[in-house]
């Protein structure tokens, strides 16, 4: 990759690297992770979308996800911010975050 934008650019082919990075990490258009239950697919759970945060947030995120798993709902975190669907349009949305806080 380098060597293709130092051929593209004589500016970029003198900048200096001041570092690197390899894989692909997750990010969601909002920035925030994704942690919840899926809307509609009952049983199916996600929590993604960290990013380069993903190993610092590991531990929060695991967590939550053990509370919504074994208590049905997070204790230690309000996941209202993070919950999948606040991608959907706004009243299914209303709709999940109302079953969510059940």
């Known amino acids: 990759m380098e060597e293709v934008v130092r051929e593209l650019s004589s500016v970029l082919a003198q900048a200096e690297v001041v570092g690197r990075r390899t ?7 909002d920035g925030l992770p ?3 239950e899926v809307p509609g697919l009952k ?8 990013g380069s945060w993903g190993t610092l947030l590991a531990p929060g995120s695991a967590v939550a ?3 919504l798993l074994t208590k049905g709902k ?3 975190v309000d996941l209202t ?3 999948p669907s606040r991608f959907l349009p706004s009243d299914a949305k209303q709709k999940d975050e109302r079953e969510q806080a059940q």
């Open 23 to 29: 894989g692909v990490r997750a990010v969601l258009p």
């Open 34 to 36: 994704m942690i919840g």
């Open 43 to 50: 049983g199916a759970f996600l929590s993604t979308g960290h």
């Open 65 to 67: 996800v053990t509370e």
């Open 74 to 76: 997070s204790e230690t």
């Open 81 to 83: 911010p993070f919950l």
